[in-house]
Structures are given as C-alpha cells and as structure tokens.
C-alpha cells in the first residue's frame, strides 16, 4: 500500500473509488459475488443503499442502479449473509440496522432488491428501540445478533424470523455485538465493557475487559477469526486499539496508540490472525501487525493510507482479502493491500 497524499487520489493501482451524491457510513461487501452494497447517511427518514460492482482486474466499480433502493433512516449497518445462506437463483441477502433488523434479496438475474423480512424485537410495541449494530454468525448462518440502545442484544432465527433469545446485555446502550462460536458472542456497551456471552448459560456473562476511566464507552468490536483469542475494540474520543486476549481478561495484550484523532473502525484480516487494520478522524487508514511482544516504545504500523478526510467506516473483504473499503464523506474507497 502507498502513502499517497490525499491530492493523488485516485491511484489506479492502489485504489478505486467510488462518489456517491450523499455521506456514506454503513458498507459491506458480499461474501460470494463482487457486489458491494454502500448506506447514506442522512439526517433524514428517507435514506437509500447502493449496490455496487468491484471488477478488480479492471479495477472499476460500477453502480447497479437497478439493485439499489431506499432505506427508512440511515442504516447503523449493513451485512451480506455467510455464503452458505445464499438464496436459490443466485441472490444475495442483505441485512441493515436502524429502526428495525431488515432482510433484502439483491438479484442481479431478475434486476431488482426486494424486502424479505422486517424483524421486531418488541413484544409490547410496533416500534422497536433504535438498533446500533448487529453480526451474523458464519457458523450457524440462520442466527444474527443484534444490539441496541435499550441494552438488549436479541438472537435471530432469520429463517423462521423469530427471537432465539434476548438478553439485557449491559447497564447502558450496547453499541456492538460479535459472534465468536455457533453459541457465543460478545458485546460493548456505553457503560464501558466488554462482555462475552455463551447461550448455553444465559444467566452469566463474562467481563474481560472495561474502560480505564469509568463509564468511558466502548464504540465498536472485532472479533479475530483467524485466531478466536484475540479481539479488538474501540474506547469513544480515543486514538487508541485495545487488542484482548480472552485467556487474560482485563489487560489488554497491546494498545496501538499510532493514530492522531478519534478512531472510528477497525477490521481483522480475513486471512491473517496478525494483521489489523483501523481507521480515524485523523484520515488514516493504519495496518498493524502484532508482534508476538510488544517492545517499550509500542507499535507502529506496517502501512498507512491516507485519505480525503475521517474515515467513518472500514471492511477487510473475506472474498477479496487484497482489498479494505474505507468511507469518509461522500467517497467509497477500496485500497489495495
């Protein structure tokens, strides 16, 4: 990867990027075909999802205006389905977060994104409390997590569209939620903790990490797939990675401190148990590699990437492990790796 300014942009050899009319945030590329679907944001009801073709040997991304489609609200996130969840007829499933858990089917043979599904986690109410994220799980793929801001992380079975479970998972709004086994997954809250979940035993929680400065929130998890030890997560207004170990919980393993503003987005490789990589208001896009043990002075990073301004988002594709896709304003961007 370059260390291009952001006045070279595009480099056609490194990145491809996508203009969009409005901000963008949410984004997710699809696990079996080269489709990626892009959310605005929009301080608005009326927000919309774009799908987008990546040809890398070209390296051209070309929107599919025929799949892309309005959305209630800016989507919090937006998810393909694991591969073996595929539809019949070679349609994606794409799920978004916002008001509600949303289900659509992308297919590109009849040219059309249609709903499945709208799921509503509330019993006593039409209206459901905002959603911040969810994750779907690659091992048992009928089984997504959502979080929200009333503390609950509630479990999906999205082939039957009816609640597994729902937990009070924290004391405040819980902002990310990570599958790490068929059964387990973990969750961070506003009320600074990390917390791990078996659904075996759902009168227990495990806390393996939480906030130096109380109530300091917790933004987003990662969850290494590569290496089911390891995790990552984000402290709010902080320049600061805190990679887990659940085997020592409490103690990070390694704090990367290399960023100049907030960080908003961090992503494991798809491929490698080493590498990470995150993004901030600093508009820097940093790939870490852990070093089996960190020296004194810290970590700095293999590479950096520099865009036009904050990066708000950043995927690590698993069906193109060469590429990370960044949003910041109203670009998309994929860098080559």
Known sequence: MDNSAPDSLPRSETAVTYDSP??????SFSSSTHRIAVGS???DYN???????FDSDSMSLKPLPSLSFEHPYPPTKLMFSPPSLRRSGGGDLLASSGDFLRLWEVNEDSSSAEPVSVLNNSKTSEFCAPLTSFDWNDVEPKRLGTCSIDTTCTIWDVERSVVETQLIAHDKEVHDIAWGEARVFASVSADGSVRIFDLRDKEHSTIIYESPQPDTPLLRLA??????????TILMD?????????????MPV?????HQGSVNAIAWAPQSCKHICSGGDDAQALIWELPTMAGPNGIDPMSVYSAGSEINQL???????????????????LLRV
Do not use: H
């Open 238 to 250: 902080s320049n600061k990675v805190v990679i887990l170990d659940i085997r020592s919980p409490t």
């Open 223 to 232: 969850w290494n797939k590569q290496d089911l030890r390891c995790m990552a």
């Open 22 to 27: 409005y901000p963008l945030y949410a984004m």
């Open 47 to 53: 927000n919309r999802i774009d799908i987008l073709s």
């Open 315 to 333: 995927q690590w594709s698993a069906s193109l492990p060469d590429w990370i896709g960044i949003a910041f304003a109203n670009k998309m961007q």
């Open 41 to 43: 944001f929009l301080e």
């Open 254 to 258: 390694a704090e990367l401190e290399r």
